[in-house]
């Protein structure tokens, strides 16, 4: 070893720290995954979990409220952390095109990874209801995009249909290597607290993520790795809450364009997760969206997508029930650039406009 060398391993110096090999390769043993498994990744995982002071505020008694940021996941959402498992799996198989109905962040996150393993993507959207960031990246992530006149929910029966009939895999989530995947993010919290959180806050759409969450919290619980479960606590939006209701909703609707799914997929397994681990679930209204949202945004520089922020407000909903010194992690599950029209709809901003370019008037407008 040169002189810098050893210098460079005494005191890490290196410039970069070693870098995260994708949610895959880091925890492969947990995965379903072999020698033989092409590992198509994007570097997915490994997000951060960043404590919100100005939640805690709202809170007080001496809880901790951390945020799992997913939507730094390489298309801005938990989504990857499913799809780099299924179109892994998918490729092992030989499989040429994959297919996914899509609220938005499944299409873009099937398209990217479909594309990077050298497959077919093809995706049904609700047309008029996808965001514009979303509707952006499957465009140019080179997915074959139908849109249907219809919802979520009946794009989800056609495709599982053309599944069945069509040499075609499908990656919505009731493809179980998504599920797989997705457990990682309960991994990383338990790896960045030492413990598991007392409480989880998640968003349900399908409600394929939380079913996720509490099958990673329980491995790792069984294997030694925390010593509590957290109580699994779901947030839908009002409007389409059929976890809440414990019915179908026919035309869901809300602001939350990524949780609008009036049938989910995964409702037996959300429910167990909810009676197992003694949790809760609960309606948040779009105002209570917004709201966390808002907050998020300009006093924790913290960008998230509404359906995200539901797991916010939900929190902030129940806190005379969160036990004293309890550690939370609220689960942003997208990105907000993904809804740049929510955004401009919904903020604060100051913004003045038509002003006459001269230092005069932007000094004057800036009130000095
Ligand atoms: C998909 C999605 C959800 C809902 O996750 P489910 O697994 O369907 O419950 C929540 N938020 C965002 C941003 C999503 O993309």
Same mark, same amino acid.
């Given at each position: 070893m040169s002189?810098?060398e050893?210098? +460079?391993d005494r005191?890490?110096?290196?410039?970069? +720290?070693?870098?995260?090999?994708?949610?895959i390769?880091?925890?492969k043993?947990?995965?379903p995954?072999n020698? =033989?498994?092409?590992?198509?990744?994007?570097?997915?995982?490994?997000?951060?979990?960043?404590r919100?002071?100005?939640?805690e505020?709202r809170i007080?008694?001496?809880?901790?409220v951390y945020?799992?940021?997913?939507?730094?996941?390489?298309?801005?959402?938990?989504?990857d952390?499913?799809?780099t498992?299924?179109?892994?799996?998918a490729?092992?198989?030989?499989?040429?095109?994959? @297919?996914?109905?899509?609220?938005g962040?499944?299409?873009?996150s099937a398209a990217a990874y479909?594309?990077?393993?050298?497959?077919?993507?093809f995706?049904?959207?609700?047309?008029?209801?996808?965001?514009?960031?979303?509707?952006?990246q499957?465009l140019v $992530?080179?997915?074959? /995009?139908?849109?249907?006149?219809g919802?979520?929910?009946?794009a989800?029966d056609?495709?599982?249909?053309?599944?069945?009939k $069509?040499?075609?895999?499908?990656?919505?989530s009731v493809?179980?290597?998504?599920?797989?995947?997705?457990?990682?993010s309960?991994?990383e919290i338990?790896?960045?607290l030492?413990?598991?959180?007392d409480?989880l806050?998640i968003p349900?759409?399908n409600?394929?993520?939380?079913?996720?969450?509490w099958?990673g919290?329980?491995e790792?619980?069984?294997?030694?790795?925390?010593?509590i479960?957290p109580?699994?606590?779901?947030?839908?939006a009002?409007?389409s809450?059929?976890?809440?209701? =414990?019915?179908? /909703?026919?035309?869901p609707?809300?602001i939350?364009?990524?949780?609008?799914i009036? =049938?989910?997929?995964n409702?037996?397994?959300a429910?167990?997760?909810?009676?197992?681990? +003694?949790?809760?679930?609960l309606?948040?209204?779009?105002?209570e969206i917004?709201?966390?949202y808002k @907050?998020?945004?300009k006093e924790e520089?913290?960008?998230?997508?509404?359906?995200?922020?539901?797991?916010?407000a939900?929190l902030l909903?129940r806190?005379?029930? @969160?036990?004293?010194k309890?550690? @939370?992690v609220c689960?942003?599950?997208g990105n907000?650039l993904?809804d740049?029209?929510c955004?401009?709809?919904? =903020?604060?901003?100051?913004?003045?406009?038509?002003?006459?370019?001269?230092?005069?008037?932007?000094?004057?407008?800036?009130?000095?």
């Amino acid at each position: 070893m040169s002189l810098i060398e050893k210098i +460079k391993d005494r005191f890490d110096l290196s410039p970069i +720290k070693p870098k995260w090999p994708g949610l895959i390769e880091n925890y492969k043993k947990w995965l379903p995954v072999n020698a =033989n498994t092409p590992i198509i990744t994007l570097k997915e995982g490994g997000t951060p979990l960043i404590r919100v002071g100005s939640i805690e505020k709202r809170i007080g008694r001496g809880i901790r409220v951390y945020v799992k940021y997913d939507g730094l996941n390489p298309t801005g959402s938990f989504k990857d952390r499913g799809m780099t498992m299924a179109i892994s799996k998918a490729k092992e198989d030989g499989c040429e095109a994959v @297919i996914c109905a899509s609220t938005g962040n499944t299409s873009a996150s099937a398209a990217a990874y479909a594309r990077r393993g050298g497959m077919r993507a093809f995706v049904l959207i609700p047309d008029g209801y996808v965001a514009q960031g979303k509707l952006a990246q499957a465009l140019v $992530y080179g997915a074959e /995009v139908l849109a249907i006149k219809g919802n979520f929910d009946k794009a989800l029966d056609i495709v599982r249909e053309i599944a069945e009939k $069509y040499p075609i895999t499908l990656v919505n989530s009731v493809n179980p290597y998504r599920i797989q995947g997705q457990k990682t993010s309960a991994f990383e919290i338990v790896d960045a607290l030492g413990e598991a959180p007392d409480w989880l806050c998640i968003p349900m759409g399908n409600a394929g993520n939380i079913t996720a969450y509490w099958m990673g919290f329980q491995e790792y619980f069984k294997a030694g790795h925390s010593t509590i479960l957290p109580k699994m606590m779901g947030f839908q939006a009002k409007g389409s809450a059929p976890l809440i209701l =414990n019915a179908i /909703v026919k035309e869901p609707e809300t602001i939350a364009t990524a949780i609008r799914i009036g =049938n989910p997929v995964n409702r037996e397994k959300a429910m167990i997760a909810k009676e197992e681990s +003694k949790g809760s679930f609960l309606a948040v209204t779009d105002e209570e969206i917004i709201n966390a949202y808002k @907050i998020l945004g300009k006093e924790e520089g913290i960008f998230c997508e509404p359906a995200s922020a539901a797991s916010v407000a939900g929190l902030l909903k129940r806190k005379q029930e @969160i036990p004293n010194k309890s550690t @939370i992690v609220c689960v942003l599950t997208g990105n907000g650039l993904k809804d740049p029209d929510c955004a401009i709809t919904n =903020n604060d901003a100051v913004f003045h406009s038509d002003l006459d370019a001269n230092l005069k008037t932007v000094a004057k407008t800036m009130g000095f």
